[in-house]
């Protein structure tokens, strides 16, 4: 039976290397990167279906060779960047979601940092809608990676801190998502979505320098607002205390055996 892996991240929260190594720990397998381009959403020039297609249309929808891709391979990853965990690229009743969370003050300067260098929307930090919808994006994804929140699917949350620099988190990880093999982060980088406003295409334990050194003072200002809501310094706190045990112990858990 084909398993299916719908992987929900925030845009600079290490989704792409955690998905790299994911395909690369499972060898009979697929990735769709950046299924659903939120760009097009926040622009107003495209909307959320009501309901989402069947596997079946969504698998028809494809080039002939990815259709082909998708019907030979034994496990599918497929990312969704900056939407809620409701949102899906097609229905199934495999479906198992990795939720990727990233400490939020790195997460938010470099979404800040990346402001500067790209005309991405989800970047718009000087769009209070825009920046109050990814706030609320990283509450949504903390709370229930943290177990402080119902999701109705199975889903097997990743803090990426953690999976950074924790190898025997990472082995936890693949135990638990039940990858063939345990494959290093590659550093390998996509440049899709505008790639790393901060590091030179490296993944290495620098990802978690503190990038609000690097925001000049209008920069700094905004992280300082986002970082001052009760709500996500706690949250940030429980992530932190989180990251730091699972780095000690290595845990990983899942809401069901995927």
Same mark, same amino acid.
């Given at each position: 039976?084909?398993?299916?892996?719908?992987?929900?991240?925030?845009?600079?929260?290490?989704?792409?290397?955690?998905?790299?190594?994911?395909?690369?720990?499972?060898?009979? %397998?697929?990735?769709?990167?950046?299924?659903?381009?939120?760009?097009?959403?926040?622009?107003? %020039?495209?909307?959320?279906?009501?309901?989402?297609?069947?596997?079946?249309?969504?698998?028809?929808?494809?080039?002939?060779?990815?259709?082909?891709?998708?019907?030979?391979?034994?496990?599918?990853?497929?990312?969704?960047?900056?939407?809620?965990?409701?949102?899906?690229?097609? $229905?199934?009743?495999?479906?198992?979601?990795?939720?990727?969370?990233?400490?939020?003050?790195?997460?938010?300067?470099?979404?800040?940092?990346?402001?500067?260098?790209?005309?991405?929307?989800?970047?718009?930090?000087?769009?209070?809608?825009?920046?109050?919808?990814?706030?609320?994006?990283?509450?949504?994804?903390?709370?229930?990676?943290?177990?402080?929140?119902?999701?109705?699917?199975?889903?097997?949350?990743?803090?990426?801190?953690?999976?950074?620099?924790?190898?025997?988190?990472?082995?936890?990880?693949?135990?638990?998502?039940?990858?063939?093999?345990?494959?290093?982060?590659?550093?390998?980088?996509?440049?899709?979505?505008?790639?790393?406003?901060?590091?030179?295409?490296?993944?290495?334990?620098?990802?978690?320098?503190?990038? %609000?050194?690097?925001?000049?003072?209008?920069?700094?200002?905004?992280?300082? *607002?986002?970082?001052?809501?009760?709500?996500?310094?706690?949250?940030?706190?429980?992530?932190?205390?989180?990251?730091?045990?699972?780095?000690?112990?290595? $845990?990983?858990?899942?809401? *069901? *055996?995927?």
């Amino acid at each position: 039976m084909q398993r299916i892996f719908l992987v929900s991240h925030l845009k600079r929260s290490g989704g792409h290397a955690v998905t790299n190594w994911l395909q690369e720990s499972e060898k009979d %397998s697929v990735f769709f990167n950046n299924d659903i381009p939120v760009q097009p959403v926040l622009m107003g %020039s495209a909307s959320l279906p009501d309901k989402p297609p069947s596997f079946e249309d969504w698998t028809r929808r494809k080039p002939p060779d990815a259709a082909r891709a998708i019907a030979r391979a034994g496990t599918l990853f497929v990312s969704v960047e900056d939407f809620g965990l409701d949102v899906s690229p097609f $229905e199934h009743p495999a479906i198992v979601l990795i939720i990727i969370l990233r400490d939020p003050e790195n997460l938010f300067a470099s979404r800040i940092r990346k402001a500067s260098s790209t005309s991405l929307k989800a970047y718009d930090y000087h769009d209070p809608a825009i920046l109050g919808r990814a706030v609320l994006l990283w509450k949504e994804h903390a709370r229930v990676v943290l177990g402080l929140a119902h999701c109705p699917l199975p889903h097997i949350g990743v803090f990426y801190d953690a999976w950074l620099i924790g190898e025997t988190y990472r082995e936890a990880l693949a135990k638990v998502l039940g990858l063939s093999t345990l494959q290093r982060p590659s550093g390998q980088m996509t440049s899709e979505g505008g790639g790393s406003s901060f590091a030179d295409r490296t993944v290495d334990a620098s990802s978690l320098r503190r990038r %609000s050194d690097l925001l000049d003072e209008q920069e700094s200002d905004v992280l300082r *607002r986002i970082m001052s809501d009760p709500e996500m310094r706690e949250l940030s706190a429980q992530t932190a205390t989180a990251v730091t045990r699972l780095v000690s112990g290595g $845990e990983a858990r899942s809401t *069901r *055996r995927p």
